[in-house]
């Protein structure tokens, strides 16, 4: 309220300025001038001239003093009023009914102040007329003085006239220099006043506001930087340890595979074989020979065909699949990454379940094939995700996994196309034959089946070679089909005949079979035996 109340009296301030100047331009100028030396003919006229003429320079100096830091009042006024509102549009409602009484209050404070100058500058007039009839008085004594001494008298008074002249200008620079240093210190007040101004806004609600969000927003922010840090020094040491834990692995950077030998020569014995994607520990290292073991093979490797440490790890990822190891019995594989979702399968432990990485990543569960072309998710509290490395083979090893795969390539080649109703007929048959055996006994039924079909000695089809007459005794008696027709084959039997069909075989190539008690010769396989 101080601060406008302010305002409004250095306007006053400014128009009383200006009254004064207008008296003090009268004053001082030639025509009065001359008016008061036809007038003023005494020395003490003169000075009581000269006396008012510097209390009116006082009064002058001082209106001047205040409306300069008015002035800076006003300046200030409008910069804080400008920065309140740029702060808060919200307070702008309150600070107009505020500044509304404020400036009632102050308008009647104005009119006060008026209703004082007025006064002040009648009493001022009632002395300058006095003091015009004392001189009247007296000029009217002197009018009875000699011509002489007039004219002495007018030559004093220019004299005189000339040195209030001077004094008047030396005072008037005096006062500019005094107005000039209140200017400053004007200004020193006005910007203490905007550090005040400041503070109170920041006082005000609406700043309390910004000033706890912003210091939300600070804490905020450091918490993020802290978790991200955080982060970051988890990722560092992550990757430092994985880094230690592949500093003494090897593996083979080959197409398919390469030798391990029982010395470090070319000419020594092939003890073994590490393979595309077979990881390795190096137990050492002469240069051109490293020597590793790697699952039952320990031996020599040539150098120029390995990868060490890191390089060892990033080929790990380039070539290798990633796999989820189940730790759990009975594991369910779901159609969704959720509890709610559809059971697809379960599983036992310690399978070996390949990741489906190019699934999305979803917290707490792990995308895995279930099959070529569909994603099922497991959770990932149960499982453990790692690269499906491989270890070197004994030359045993390999001889049997060449035998396994020549094994599997005949039997694609022994598979034959066949429906669900030959299917059904062939597990009839199984379980007629061999139904309360092994399943061996079942699958070694079967074979014989499917080795008559790709004999060329009996008929091509499952059906045909079923039904021949004089071969098996369940089919010819209606046995078969009262299983088929009601639907009582068992799944067992089921999946030894799709087995079968599939290539399966493992009677040697048997094309009959006997009961076992009958004493014939050949394989026993269950309860028969197979020639």
């Given at each position: 309220?101080?601060?406008?109340?302010?305002?409004i009296?250095?306007?006053i301030?400014?128009?009383?300025?200006?009254?004064?100047?207008?008296?003090?331009s009268?004053?001082?100028?030639?025509?009065?001038?001359?008016?008061?030396?036809?007038v003023?003919?005494a020395?003490?006229t003169?000075?009581?001239?000269?006396?008012?003429?510097?209390g009116?320079?006082?009064?002058l100096s001082?209106?001047?003093?205040?409306?300069t830091?008015?002035?800076?009042?006003?300046t200030?006024?409008?910069?804080?009023?400008?920065h309140?509102?740029?702060?808060?549009?919200?307070?702008?409602d309150?600070?107009?009914?505020?500044i509304?009484?404020?400036?009632?209050?102050?308008?009647?404070e104005t009119?006060?102040?008026?209703t004082?100058?007025e006064?002040e500058?009648?009493?001022s007039?009632?002395?300058?007329t006095e003091?015009?009839?004392?001189?009247?008085?007296?000029?009217a004594?002197?009018?009875e003085?000699?011509?002489?001494v007039?004219?002495?008298?007018?030559?004093?008074?220019?004299?005189?006239?000339e040195?209030?002249?001077?004094e008047?200008?030396e005072?008037?620079?005096?006062?500019t220099?005094?107005?000039?240093?209140?200017?400053?210190d004007?200004e020193d007040?006005?910007?203490?006043?905007?550090?005040?101004?400041?503070?109170?806004?920041?006082?005000s609600?609406?700043?309390?506001?910004?000033m706890a969000?912003?210091?939300?927003?600070?804490?905020s922010?450091?918490e993020?930087?802290?978790?991200i840090?955080?982060e970051?020094?988890?990722?560092?040491?992550?990757a430092?340890?994985?880094?230690a834990?592949?500093?003494d692995?090897v593996m083979a950077?080959?197409?398919?595979?390469?030798?391990i030998r029982a010395a470090a020569?070319?000419?020594?014995?092939?003890?073994?074989k590490?393979?595309?994607g077979?990881?390795a520990?190096?137990?050492s290292?002469?240069?051109?020979w490293?020597q590793i073991?790697?699952g039952?093979?320990?031996?020599?490797v040539?150098?120029?065909?390995?990868?060490?440490?890191?390089?060892a790890n990033?080929?790990?990822?380039?070539?290798?699949?990633?796999?989820?190891?189940?730790n759990t019995?009975?594991l369910?594989?779901?159609?969704?990454?959720s509890e709610d979702a559809?059971?697809?399968?379960?599983?036992?432990?310690?399978?070996?379940?390949?990741?489906?990485?190019?699934?999305?990543?979803?917290?707490?569960w792990?995308?895995?094939?279930?099959?070529s072309?569909?994603?099922?998710y497991?959770?990932a509290?149960?499982?453990s995700?790692?690269l499906?490395?491989?270890?070197?083979?004994?030359a045993?090893e390999?001889?049997a996994?060449?035998?396994?795969?020549?094994?599997?390539?005949?039997?694609e080649?022994?598979?034959v196309?066949?429906?669900?109703n030959?299917?059904?007929?062939?597990?009839?048959?199984?379980q007629?034959?061999?139904g309360h055996?092994?399943y061996?006994g079942?699958?070694?039924?079967?074979?014989?089946?499917?080795?008559?079909?790709?004999?060329g000695?009996?008929p091509?089809s499952?059906?045909?070679?079923?039904?021949?007459?004089?071969?098996?005794?369940?089919?010819?008696?209606?046995?078969v089909?009262?299983?088929?027709?009601?639907?009582?084959?068992?799944?067992?039997?089921l999946?030894?005949?799709?087995?079968?069909?599939?290539?399966?075989?493992?009677?040697?190539?048997?094309?009959?079979?006997?009961?076992?008690?009958?004493?014939?010769?050949?394989?026993?396989?269950?309860?028969?035996?197979?020639f």
């Open positions: 309220m101080k601060r406008y109340k302010r305002v009296e250095s306007a301030v400014a128009s009383l300025l200006v009254s004064m100047a207008t008296v003090s009268y004053a001082g100028s030639g025509e009065n001038t001359t008016e008061v030396n036809e003023c003919t020395e003490v003169t000075k009581h001239q000269n006396a008012l003429t510097a009116i320079i006082y009064d001082v209106y001047e003093k205040e409306s830091e008015e002035a800076g009042l006003i200030a006024s409008l910069e804080a009023g400008q309140i509102m740029v702060s808060s549009s919200e307070e702008t309150e600070e107009e009914a505020l509304e009484i404020e400036t009632e209050e102050t308008t009647e009119e006060e102040t008026e004082a100058a006064e500058t009648e009493a007039a009632e002395e300058e003091a015009s009839a004392e001189e009247e008085t007296e000029t004594a002197e009018e003085t000699e011509a002489a007039e004219e002495e008298t007018e030559a004093s008074t220019e004299e005189e006239t040195a209030s002249t001077e008047e200008t005072a008037a620079a005096e006062e220099t005094e107005e000039t240093e209140e200017t400053e004007s007040e006005d910007a203490s006043e905007d550090e005040e101004d400041s503070e109170d806004v920041s006082a609600p609406s700043a309390g506001v910004i969000v912003n210091n939300e927003i600070t804490e922010n450091e993020a930087e802290a978790a840090a955080a970051e020094a988890a990722e560092a040491e992550a430092a340890a994985e880094s834990a592949w500093a692995k950077s080959v197409e398919d595979s390469m030798n020569s070319e000419d020594s014995e092939v003890v073994g590490l393979s595309k077979d990881l520990t190096v137990i290292n002469d240069g051109t490293t073991t790697s039952n093979v320990t031996g020599y040539k150098n120029e065909y390995l990868v060490y440490g890191d390089d990033s080929l790990a990822k380039e070539v290798c699949s990633t796999v989820a190891t189940v019995q009975g369910r594989i779901r159609a969704a990454a559809e059971v697809l399968k379960q599983v036992d432990a310690n399978t070996s379940l390949e990741v489906d990485t190019a699934a999305e990543t979803v917290d707490g792990v995308a895995v094939k279930y099959t072309d569909v994603t099922g497991v959770s509290d149960y499982v995700v790692g499906n490395l491989g270890s070197a083979l004994t045993e390999v001889a996994a060449e035998a396994e795969k020549a094994e599997e390539e005949a039997k080649k022994r598979a196309a066949a429906s669900a030959e299917v059904t007929l062939l597990g009839a048959l199984i007629t034959e061999a055996g092994s061996e079942m699958l070694a039924v079967g074979s014989v089946v499917m080795n008559r079909v790709r004999s000695a009996y091509s499952i059906a045909g070679v079923i039904y021949q007459s004089g071969q098996f005794t369940p089919a010819l008696n209606g046995q089909d009262s299983l088929v027709n009601s639907g009582s084959v068992s799944s067992a039997c999946q030894a005949a799709q087995e079968v069909i599939n290539g399966t075989e493992i009677t040697g190539g048997a094309l009959q079979f006997r009961s076992a008690s009958s004493g014939a010769s050949g394989t026993v396989i269950g309860g028969n035996v197979f």
